[in-house]
């Protein structure tokens, strides 16, 4: 199956390029808010979108899988999960979106254990293939 993605990404060579962007100790918001190098590209969102491209049988599994694990994934500090599905595909895309400071500290513990547990049951849905988890900003413009 084709792979469709609505997601642009670009290549960046770490998550240190989500750091936060030093305010000169002057306090402007409640917000933690980060920038892109110079790019002008800021956020104060990071979301984990993970998943891939199946079939109708799969998709019903990985939604049975997401039922499964919502509650998990919603307990999060500050999380907000979203399902994508492509109509034409079937790619089913799971985002956990968190503000920048609730991200951190689930950065730090390496996303664990709920993503690697998560991704590994989704790997062992038959019928799915391009299992990835990617590492986006989220903003709302």
């Known amino acids: 199956m084709k792979l469709i993605s609505l997601l642009a990404t670009a290549a ?3 998550t240190q390029a989500f750091a936060p962007v030093s305010n000169n ?8 808010r980060a920038e892109i190098g110079d790019s ?5 969102h990071v979301a984990r979108p993970s998943g891939g491209p199946g079939d109708s049988e799969s998709l019903k599994a990985c939604q ?7 509650p998990k994934l919603k307990a999060l500090p500050g999380a907000q999960v979203t399902r994508q599905v492509c109509g034409g595909c ?6 956990i ?7 951190g500290a689930w950065a730090e513990a390496n996303y664990d254990p709920i993503e690697s547990e998560f991704m590994e049951k989704l790997k062992g849905i038959e ?3 391009l299992h990835e988890v990617q590492e986006i900003t989220f903003e709302t413009l």
């Open 127 to 129: 019928g799915t293939s």
């Open 64 to 70: 049975s899988l997401l039922s499964e694990y919502l």
């Open 40 to 44: 002008g590209v800021a956020f104060e």
């Open 12 to 14: 960046i060579g770490s």
């Open 90 to 95: 079937l790619d089913f895309k799971v985002s």
């Open 25 to 32: 100790g002057k306090t402007v918001s409640t917000h933690l």
């Open 97 to 103: 979106t968190q503000p920048l400071e609730e991200h």
